[in-house]
């Protein structure tokens, strides 16, 4: 057994003790704790949990050595075989042990682990079927003599065994057609065997003449897409252990398969939602539950494997290296080996794997009960450093190699017991675990003086008869309710004692702080050792804690005393914060938006012009809507009138549409300015009225002409319409001319069509006789020609042809 005093006393330098009451409490709290069963060692008043402390502590409070009770973790090798090689071989030691641990108190044990020569090989051949195969089918055929040959130089006990695998005969995975069912291969003329998930061809065997005649009877089969049922088959190779004939052996699981494989979840494409139960499913060799149950998943099979030392070779093609070595990854004990073309080099694949993961020593455990935890360090070679992995590489066949197994106990539990071992081989070291949460006492059990003759000495306290209480049963409590008792201990129906004493004869016993002092107070409420800090110090340096909070000395304030009273380091010219804040701690805390350590600036804030507005008019100019409430609403402002401005802040119009120009100049406290004005507003000129009205009868005499204008206008467009329409209908029509006299007594005649004039006689006069020719005007113009004249005249119309 190793030396391990320097990795406990790191556990055993302190002891973080809570409520105790008993040696078994004591115990329970910490791996540091021991426990004074002396007699004398509480004084009167004295809490039992003074007994608690670590070793050194109790020594200098005056606890005998002797008396010191602590618990050490105890080691016994129940079964210890010596490590050898040969027909029984031994390669663990030992092979049990028993460990009496204390909660939180690690213990580590020495593992050795040798490597024996001929040690039994068992290698089961599980190989895929699919029609992509038939090549490596005819080489494995005659495989058998030539493996078992090769690991027989090895081991000198080798057995072998057999197996196939296609895919489940459902659909997307195989064609479900009858026909093709029983015959899914292409070739008619090439023998083949029905669809099928995994078939358990040939037992575990040393007969390499019966696995050359078994496989010789088997054929291809087929499936429809590419990804094939392999892990179906590694779960039912690995369950079905009596089966297929596992022995107390280095057991090999051989894959070969030139494609991927389905994993838990493809189920579902065939509608199998039953999860793979992991359990042997073979009837009449045949995987029963293909059609029922999903693959299983990658976890499923590695934990499988794991649990039976199984170690899987995957003999896959070129193109699915990468597929299986990332599987490989995933399962521990695992090796990947390229097949060639037609699998003729599967044997020295195979041996070459077997001597790898042979050489690979990797120390785990199964399953570990609830709050036990283990960790390995491996040492793995002479002068090598040791490795937290657990792992030993290239370990050679007779070399021994040594792992340091800790295991750890979180809290009291009840016996357990759990397998530790190499994977891959079948031998393994049980641990058994109890932990050490009582104490040993050697007390006589009958009533003692030291308890008043009305109780018993328990590990140095009293344990006192039933109607007895106190540190030494003094206190008689009688036909009295107990319940009532712990009431009175009880602050406001809160916790007894406050969790921080016991409740002896309806009062409180308190407890000891962690700095060794008592609590205190009726229901043990108060310490002197848990208030407020600053600057990690107990109330600043400038108080004393009393019953959790801080007494500052003079001059100090604050819950943690760390407030200087003055408020020099707050004033500027003697006024506090600018009046924009108060002094706390002698530091200013300033309102919203001020800075600055005396809140002298405010980098946010814009001057309130706009809401300033209303009171500068009232102020300045005696208007507005503050007018009558001038001094009660305007309070915060001083103004200023002034004939003449630097610059202007600001620019508001009042009342009467002016613009007042001021400018705004904080002064102490918050929201106070003065306001500079100026007298003079910028006022709009008045309207000029007779511009006002010339403009606008000139508008409407301008208006009227236009009007005009368009009028004349568009009669002439359309006069001249009709003229042109005339001449062009009197070219086309017979004429006939008549004379008319006119008498008529002013100058001049006017004849129009449409207001266009077509001819006018200027100076006329009552002698003179004018004969006129006209043209004969058809019937449909004669309402478009007629006379104008400013006087009466006489118009003679002949046959009512429209003469003029």
Known sequence: MLNHANKIDFYTEQCLKASVNTCGDCIKSGPGCAWCKDLNFTKTGEQEAARCDTPAVLKEKGCPPTDIINPKNDFIKISNKPLKAGENPVQIQPQEIQLDLRPGMPYTFQLHFKRAQGYPVDLYYLMDLSYSMKDDLENVKNLGNDLLKELNKITGSARIGFGSFVDKTLLPYTDTNEAKLKRPCSDKNEPCQPAFGFQHVLPLTKDGDKFKSMVAEQHISGNLDPPEGSLDAIMQAAVCVNEIGWGNSTRLLVLATDDGFHMAGDGKLAAILEPNRETCQLVDRKYSKSTLWDYPSVGQVARKLEEQNIQPIFAVTKKMETVYTELSKLIPKSAVGVLSEDSGNVV???????????????????????????????????????????????????????????????????????????????????????????????????????????????????????????????????????????????????????????????????????????????????????????????????????????????????????????????????????????????????????????????????????????????????????????????????????????????????????????????????????????????????????????????????????????????????????????????????????????????????????CLKLFSIHAFYEADYVFISFYRVPTRYSRMLRPQFKTQHFLEIHERTCWC
């Open 348 to 754: 020295n694949l195979i041996v070459d794997a077997y001597n790898s993961l042979s050489s690979e020593v990797i120390m785990a455990h199964e399953a570990l009960p609830e709050f036990i935890s283990v960790k390995y360090t491996s040492n793995c070679k002479d002068g090598e450093k040791p490795s937290d992995r657990g792992k030993c590489d290239n370990v050679n066949i007779g070399t021994e190699v040594v792992f340091d197994v800790t295991v750890t106990v979180d809290r009291c539990i009840n016996s357990q017991s759990f397998l530790i071992g190499p994977l891959g081989f079948n031998e393994k070291l049980k641990v058994n675990v109890r932990t050490r949460c009582d104490c040993e006492c050697d007390d006589i059990n009958q009533p003692h003086p030291h308890c008043k003759e009305k109780g018993k000495v328990v590990c140095g306290s009293c344990r006192c008869d039933p109607g007895f209480l106190g540190q030494h049963c003094e206190c008689q409590v009688g036909q009295k309710d107990v319940a009532s008792l712990k009431a009175q201990c009880q602050k406001d129906n809160g916790t007894e004692c406050e969790g921080k004493g016991d409740c002896v004869c309806g009062r409180c016993q308190c407890h000891l702080t962690e700095g060794g002092n008592n609590f205190y107070g009726e229901f043990c409420e108060c310490d002197d050792e848990h208030c407020e800090k600053y600057a990690n110090k107990q109330c600043a340096g400038h108080g004393k804690c009393k019953c959790g909070r801080c007494e500052c000395n003079e001059g100090y304030e604050g819950a943690a005393c760390q407030c200087a009273k003055s408020d020099e380091d707050c004033k500027i010219d003697g006024i506090v914060c600018h009046e924009r804040g108060k002094c706390v701690c002698n530091q200013c805390e300033c309102q919203r938006g001020y800075k600055g350590p005396s809140c002298k600036v405010c980098p946010t804030c814009q001057r309130p012009c706009q809401e300033s507005g209303s009171c500068v008019e009232c102020l300045a100019f005696g208007t507005g809507p503050f007018e009558k409430s001038c001094i009660e609403n305007c309070k915060h402002l001083r103004h200023v009138m002034v004939e003449k401005l630097i610059k202007h802040d600001c620019r508001v119009k009042d009342k009467e549409g002016c613009w007042m120009l001021f400018t705004m100049t904080e002064e102490l406290g918050f929201d106070k300015y003065i306001v500079n004005v100026l007298k003079d507003r910028e006022c709009p000129e008045g309207p000029n009225i007779a511009a006002i009205v010339g403009g606008s009868l000139a508008a409407v005499a301008l208006i009227g002409l236009l009007i005009l204008l368009i009028i004349k206008g568009v009669l002439y467009a359309s006069d001249l319409r009709e003229w042109k329409r005339f001449e062009k209908d009197r070219k086309h029509e017979k004429t006939s001319v008549s004379s008319v006299f006119f008498i008529h007594k002013t100058p001049t005649l006017y004849i129009r069509s449409n």
